[in-house]
């Protein structure tokens, strides 16, 4: 198979597992989150978290003694998105870049599984979160593919290089 080859077909799965994902449930709390809307309302959870985290430092500079919430965080992981999309989206002129935002996109995927709780609305309350669906997977697995495309172009790449050398 061939470079154009594998960087179309990588292009083309990972923007359909991106795309399906988001018809797809994501989690589960109180209730099931469609994939679509966490994507839509996942900015606002942001800004609120990074709120959360401003409010306990100027406590802690105004010398209360605060804690910050263990609950913080989870919404942060939605930040692979547009990671995705720009690694999609540069696939094509930078293998490199692209292996490399990938892998912060699967990291930042994977850490959601390190939290029991997320921002659930826009008052702020956290709920636990109680089962990953279809939509999650999908998810990681369109970032997962753009992973394994450009290794697997990079390492054609050289293995080329290294042929065209030994020759």
């Known amino acids: ?24 449930t994501a989690y589960c709390t109180n209730d099931c989150k469609s994939s679509f809307m966490v994507l839509l309302i996942g900015l ?4 609120t978290e990074i709120g959360a985290i401003a409010s306990f430092i100027l406590e ?5 003694s605060s804690s910050i919430s263990n609950e913080i965080g989870a919404t942060f992981t939605w930040l692979a998105n547009p990671i995705i999309l720009f690694s999609l989206f ?8 692209s292996l490399v935002l990938s892998i912060i996109s699967t990291i930042l995927i994977l850490l959601f599984m ?3 709780k997320v ?5 702020g309350h956290y709920s636990k ?3 990953l669906k279809l939509g999650y997977w999908l998810w990681l697995l369109s970032s997962l593919t753009i992973l394994i495309g450009s290794l697997t172009i ?6 080329d290089n290294e042929r065209k050398n030994a020759l």
Do not use: W
Not at 3 to 17: G, H, R
Not at 60 to 64: A, D, F, S, T, V
């Open 44 to 47: 606002l959870g942001i800004l």
């Open 60 to 64: 802690k500079l105004n010398g209360h």
């Open 154 to 159: 990079l390492k054609l790449t050289k293995l």
């Open 90 to 97: 540069i696939f094509n002129h930078s293998k490199r870049t």
């Open 114 to 116: 390190a939290f029991d």
């Open 1 to 24: 198979m061939t470079e154009k080859n594998i960087t179309k077909l990588t292009i083309i799965i990972a923007t359909t597992l991106f795309i399906v994902s988001l018809t797809q």
């Open 129 to 131: 979160i109680t089962e």
């Open 119 to 123: 921002l659930d609305n826009e008052a």
